[in-house]
Nanobody
Framework: QVLLVESGGGLVQAGGSLRLSCAAS????????MGWFRRAPGKEREFVGA????????HYADSVKGRFTISRDSAKNTVYLQMNSLKLGDTAVYYC????????????WGQGTQVTVSS
């Protein structure tokens, strides 16, 4: 069983930055692709971005491309989401998830961390 715990959310003004962390335990973190998702109030959950198990490749939703960066530190079993130039529309609960087989199917999910962007 893999446990994922997000942290780093909070309140930030538009244009500001936050870095979210997702700490993993109980599995083979270094072999998992990892993804970030978000759910805004009243909306469906949406994909934000993902990183391969090696960290050698990332891809992002168009809405965050150029502003958000995903990285990972396998020594710390942690994946990060650096969010810059935050917009009001980035307000959401952010979740990390683990994809064990690189199949884009995420078997394990964290509990989420709230990000609120204010004007």
């Amino acid at each position: 069983q893999v446990l994922l715990v997000e942290s780093g959310g909070g309140l930030v003004q538009a244009g500001g930055s936050l870095r979210l962390s997702c700490a993993a335990s109980g599995g083979t973190f270094s072999s998992y692709a990892m993804g970030w998702f978000r759910r805004a109030p009243g909306k469906e959950r949406e994909f934000v971005g993902a990183i391969t198990w090696s960290g050698g490749s990332t891809h992002y939703a168009d809405s965050v491309k150029g502003r958000f960066t995903i990285s990972r530190d396998s020594a710390k079993n942690t994946v990060y989401l650096q969010m810059n130039s935050l917009k009001l529309g980035d307000t959401a609960v952010y979740y990390c998830a683990a994809d064990r087989y690189g199949s884009h199917e995420y078997e394990y999910w964290g509990q989420g961390t709230q990000v609120t962007v204010s004007s």
